[in-house]
């Protein structure tokens, strides 16, 4: 009867609540035990070998990396610093109620890589060979995962993890691909990816040689090449190594014997036709050669019109304006062509009128030469018979009465 009243009521639901950690090796852990709704029960923290750490704010574990951080009613939070591997496990929270309640906290611990390791089969590598590269990773925990780069553009690796007596993981990745020119000088960079650190990572600078590339350019002329010009070509090329040798040749013939060749540049005096064909510049190293091809073609000379001289032994200048009719282009030459007048028609037409104007003035010529002479007038006709003047026009037929008829006409 005296257990009826106890069991009618309610009793208080006490929580006992914990969480899990996870923490650096080396660093500091902290365990909290909360309790809702506490009734004044003994709240204790033990340790995987269920050890009492804590017994309300007392400490009787005799170690003094754990610390009490706070201790109240509702909460009991203790502080782990320098942890180590061995503190991994689970850690116990208990409230003393009946029965007893119970809440565990799992404590991780991780252990970052060693300072990565990254190797190259080849120290100096030749373009379209095949190289290989290997990244270390030394005794973490968890394993640590391995990423590649080359350059900007990320490439796939093949690792190998190994766990270790000591609890603790080894992961390598292997490397192969193969190299171009264009690959000298990028880093080749060992990405390591682990929760216990950040930005791990190692680089390596590849050095490739290359057979050099090879170009001609054209120092003179910039246009065309006549006759009698000169010719300057200089041979740009780079490798790795240096090219030592660069040699000028022309194909299938030789080069002109008074060409001068200095170095890299190739000088030609007096251009002719005879020069013409392909000529080739040829760099070479130890990796290879290369070349370039210039071909040479010589146009005729520029020619030049000779001024027209005009003889004028006339002294008469004739002035003539002379009005051309617009002339219709042709639709051939398409669009937007200009408007051109024909010189030869203008000058046929100029000599025309000139060999015209010259004509005529000939005809006039030989006109007033065959009228050239004496004229004679009916004035006083029959004075040779009278004795004197007033004879002579009274003789004179007709009197003044024909004098109106007597005229004389000049042209």
């Given at each position: 009867m005296s257990m009826l009243p106890f069991s009618l009521e309610h009793p208080v639901v006490q929580n006992l609540v914990t969480d899990n950690v996870t923490v650096v090796e080396g660093e500091m852990a902290i365990i909290s035990c909360r309790v809702k709704n506490n009734d004044d029960s003994v709240i204790q923290l033990l340790n995987p070998n269920r050890q009492t750490i804590y017994f309300r704010d007392?400490?009787?574990?005799?170690?003094?990396?754990?610390?009490?951080?706070?201790?109240?009613d509702n909460e009991l939070r203790v502080s782990l610093?320098?942890?180590?591997?061995?503190?991994?496990?689970?850690?116990?929270?208990?409230?003393?109620?009946?029965?007893?309640?119970?809440?565990?906290?799992?404590?991780?611990?991780?252990?970052?890589?060693?300072?990565?390791?990254?190797?190259?089969?080849?120290?100096?590598?030749?373009?379209?060979?095949?190289?290989?590269?290997?990244?270390?990773?030394?005794s973490s925990k968890p394993a640590a995962i391995i990423r590649w780069m080359k350059g900007d553009k990320e490439l796939p690796g093949k690792p190998k993890v190994e766990l270790t007596y000591d609890k603790m993981y080894t992961v390598t990745s292997r490397l192969t691909f193969t190299v171009s020119k264009e690959d000298?000088?990028?880093?080749?960079?060992?990405?390591?990816?682990?929760?216990?650190?950040k930005d791990f990572q190692a680089q390596k600078y590849l050095e490739v040689q290359y057979k050099p590339e090879?170009?001609?350019?054209?120092?003179?002329?910039?246009?065309?090449?006549?006759?009698?010009?000169?010719?300057?070509?200089?041979?740009?090329?780079?490798?790795?190594?240096?090219?030592?040798?660069?040699?000028?040749?022309?194909?299938?013939?030789?080069?002109?014997?008074?060409?001068?060749?200095?170095g890299a540049d190739l000088y030609i005096e007096n251009l002719n036709k005879s020069y013409n064909g392909t000529y080739r510049c040829v760099a070479s190293n130890s990796i290879g050669e290369a070349y370039d091809d210039y071909t040479l073609y010589v146009y005729d000379a520029p020619t030049t019109t000779p001024k027209s001289t005009t003889a004028t032994t006339t002294t008469t200048i004739i002035t003539t304006t002379i009005s051309y009719p617009e002339i219709n282009q042709d639709s051939r030459a398409g669009e937007g062509a200009p408007r051109t007048v024909d010189h030869a028609v203008i000058g046929g037409v100029v000599a025309v009128v000139v060999f015209a104007m010259l004509c005529l003035l000939i005809v006039l010529g030989r006109y007033f030469a065959r009228h050239k002479g004496t004229y004679f007038t009916?004035?006083?006709?029959?004075?040779?018979?009278?004795?004197?003047?007033?004879?002579?026009?009274?003789?004179?037929?007709?009197?003044?009465t024909n004098s109106d008829e007597k005229k004389e006409y000049y042209i």
């Amino acid at each position: 009867m005296s257990m009826l009243p106890f069991s009618l009521e309610h009793p208080v639901v006490q929580n006992l609540v914990t969480d899990n950690v996870t923490v650096v090796e080396g660093e500091m852990a902290i365990i909290s035990c909360r309790v809702k709704n506490n009734d004044d029960s003994v709240i204790q923290l033990l340790n995987p070998n269920r050890q009492t750490i804590y017994f309300r704010d007392m400490r009787p574990l005799k170690d003094s990396r754990f610390q009490l951080v706070n201790f109240s009613d509702n909460e009991l939070r203790v502080s782990l610093s320098n942890v180590s591997l061995s503190d991994e496990g689970r850690y116990v929270c208990q409230l003393y109620t009946d029965p007893p309640q119970e809440a565990y906290a799992e404590i991780t611990v991780l252990i970052p890589p060693g300072n990565p390791i990254i190797e190259a089969r080849d120290e100096v590598l030749s373009e379209g060979n095949e190289t290989e590269m290997t990244c270390t990773a030394m005794s973490s925990k968890p394993a640590a995962i391995i990423r590649w780069m080359k350059g900007d553009k990320e490439l796939p690796g093949k690792p190998k993890v190994e766990l270790t007596y000591d609890k603790m993981y080894t992961v390598t990745s292997r490397l192969t691909f193969t190299v171009s020119k264009e690959d000298d000088g990028v880093p080749v960079i060992c990405i390591v990816d682990h929760p216990a650190v950040k930005d791990f990572q190692a680089q390596k600078y590849l050095e490739v040689q290359y057979k050099p590339e090879v170009k001609i350019v054209v120092e003179f002329p910039q246009g065309l090449t006549r006759e009698g010009e000169n010719l300057e070509l200089s041979c740009k090329f780079r490798g790795k190594p240096e090219p030592q040798r660069v040699n000028w040749l022309k194909v299938d013939d030789d080069v002109p014997s008074h060409a001068v060749i200095t170095g890299a540049d190739l000088y030609i005096e007096n251009l002719n036709k005879s020069y013409n064909g392909t000529y080739r510049c040829v760099a070479s190293n130890s990796i290879g050669e290369a070349y370039d091809d210039y071909t040479l073609y010589v146009y005729d000379a520029p020619t030049t019109t000779p001024k027209s001289t005009t003889a004028t032994t006339t002294t008469t200048i004739i002035t003539t304006t002379i009005s051309y009719p617009e002339i219709n282009q042709d639709s051939r030459a398409g669009e937007g062509a200009p408007r051109t007048v024909d010189h030869a028609v203008i000058g046929g037409v100029v000599a025309v009128v000139v060999f015209a104007m010259l004509c005529l003035l000939i005809v006039l010529g030989r006109y007033f030469a065959r009228h050239k002479g004496t004229y004679f007038t009916h004035e006083a006709k029959g004075a040779d018979d009278a004795a004197d003047a007033d004879t002579a026009i009274i003789n004179a037929e007709g009197g003044h009465t024909n004098s109106d008829e007597k005229k004389e006409y000049y042209i």
